[in-house]
């Protein structure tokens, strides 16, 4: 009843809702918006038409990428940081691209080919042109809110299957004694090989859907405060206009999935991950829809999941961002039922 009351409200009032891109809030790690491009909508077609590359590892260690670095290989290495981090030293070679974690996104049509179009012409200018692999990374898998995987997932959704994120970031390559640089490349710029699986992605008419289907399990990844309606957000606790959570989510905060006790954060082992969202009601054969603020917990997840062997996962990347401003999304307010299933991270 809810879905088709929303739908109905969606018809009515589209003449006379401004656009949810005009209204962001200055988010303090936001990039600005750029224009979309025309006709992408052509490039939105079935996995079968890609190209894939089997052997691509999705995890890399540090030694892995200095001998993918040594051997000359056709390599654009991706750092996620903020610029005033990479100019202070990155893996020699590295370019910067922090729209991977800045942009916000949103669901729309528009908002889909404005994100495609502006990561197309990023990824390029980059270097990426479809023979190349590309490895991303960022300070540590626990302190960017799941920035390199934000990056993995977004490429995958372009289409684009040679990639892999070094795991353990930045921190991992220092302490296998990787070398620092400050200087800036400069890449030969490449046509990206756009080709967008919208599959991978859900809106939020989709997301609003999967309520009405209870096999379908709604997973909150976000952090405790932003569960029990504490905080609306990572960046304050009233950037965004609502507190709460998804009608019949679960949580597994996305630091559960990782180990934290040595020194370099990974992630847990794919039994230990398994174990772990058994107690949300989470096999290898459960249909997952992953949300979080805008995307970069939910892909940190989502890598967690896939390498436990759980695939049957989508993310709802313009996740809480998008859904609390709505006003005529439904959302559960204040503290969650204590019988709720949620597990916490250390």
């Not at 805008?294 to 313009?318: H, M, P, Q």
Request: charged fraction near 25%; charge should be negative.
């Amino acid at each position: 009843m809810v879905t088709r009351r929303w739908h109905a409200s969606q018809s009515r009032a589209r003449h006379r809702r401004t656009d949810l891109i005009a209204h962001q809030p200055a988010s303090p790690h936001e990039a600005g918006w750029c224009s979309s491009p025309n006709s992408l909508i052509a490039l939105f077609a079935p996995v079968s038409q890609f190209k894939t590359t089997m052997d691509t590892k999705t995890l890399i260690r540090a030694d892995e990428l200095r001998s993918m670095i040594g051997s000359g290989q056709p390599l654009v290495v991706i750092d996620t940081r903020a610029p005033e981090e990479y100019a202070a030293g990155h893996i020699p070679g590295a370019v910067n691209m922090r729209e991977i974690f800045s942009f916000l996104s949103t669901s729309t049509s528009e908002g889909l080919e404005e994100m495609a179009g502006m990561f197309a012409k990023l990824l390029g200018e980059a270097g990426l042109g479809g023979d190349e692999c590309a490895v991303i990374y960022e300070d540590a898998m626990n302190t960017g809110f799941g920035q390199s995987c934000r990056g993995y997932f977004l490429l995958k959704y372009l289409g684009y299957d040679n990639v892999s994120i070094l795991h353990g970031g930045l921190m991992a390559w220092t302490k296998d004694g990787g070398e620092l640089s400050m200087d800036v490349p400069t890449p030969m710029p490449k046509t990206f090989p756009l080709m967008v699986r919208p599959e991978m992605l859900l809106t939020t008419p989709q997301m609003l859907d999967s309520l009405e289907h209870p096999e379908v399990v709604k997973l909150d990844v976000r952090d405790k405060v932003e569960w029990l309606a504490e905080s609306s957000s990572p960046y304050g606790v009233d950037f965004a206009p609502r507190k709460g959570r998804i009608p019949d989510a679960v949580l597994v905060e996305w630091y559960s999935l990782m180990d934290k006790n040595g020194e370099v954060p990974m992630f847990k082992s794919a039994e230990e991950i398994r174990d772990i969202v058994s107690k949300v009601g989470i096999t290898p054969e459960t249909p997952v829809n992953i949300y979080c603020f805008k995307g970069a917990r939910a892909s940190n997840t989502f890598v967690a999941l896939a390498e436990a062997g759980i695939k049957d996962t989508k993310i709802y990347f313009a996740s809480w961002n998008e859904w609390s401003r709505d006003p005529m999304l439904p959302i559960e307010e204040g503290a969650p039922d204590p019988m709720r299933p949620a597990i916490f991270g250390a």
